[in-house]
Nanobody, 128 residues
Framework: QVQLVESGGGLVQAGGSLRLSCAAS????????MSWFRQAPGKEREFVAA???????????YYTDSVKGRATISRDNANNIMYLRMDSLKPEDTAVYHC??????????????????WGQGTQVTVSS
């Protein structure tokens, strides 16, 4: 069974930074896609960022428009961890952030229903 565990969330002032981690119980190198989604109160879970394996050791990153230029997604396959660093945080970034993974290629990496594995989430709160 695959388990994903997020960490690194917390309270930060607007303009600050956080680095979120997603630790996997299996080899992250086995995942084609690893992604971050977030869910704010009263809203549906939405796509934030994804990192896709394009070769044996090559990757490509995708970001939603609202975080583009402020977020960096990466993978550390040696330690089976995926990261999301977010800079210039805004109050609208406040949400529970979930990591997700798929062992196969996806037709639409932005849809949560495409992913087989999910973490429980870590809370990010950005104060004004």
């Amino acid at each position: 069974q695959v388990q994903l565990v997020e960490s690194g969330g917390g309270l930060v002032q607007a303009g600050g930074s956080l680095r979120l981690s997603c630790a996997a119980s299996t080899r992250t190198s086995s995942f084609v896609f690893m992604s971050w989604f977030r869910q704010a109160p009263g809203k549906e879970r939405e796509f934030v960022a994804a990192i896709r394996r394009t070769g044996a050791a090559t990757y490509y990153a995708y970001y939603t428009d609202s975080v583009k230029g402020r977020a960096t997604i990466s993978r550390d396959n040696a330690n089976n961890i995926m990261y999301l660093r977010m800079d210039s945080l805004k109050p609208e970034d406040t949400a529970v952030y979930h990591c997700a993974a798929s062992s196969s290629g996806l037709s639409d990496y932005r849809r949560q229903g495409e992913y087989a594995y999910w973490g429980q989430g870590t809370q990010v709160t950005v104060s004004s």
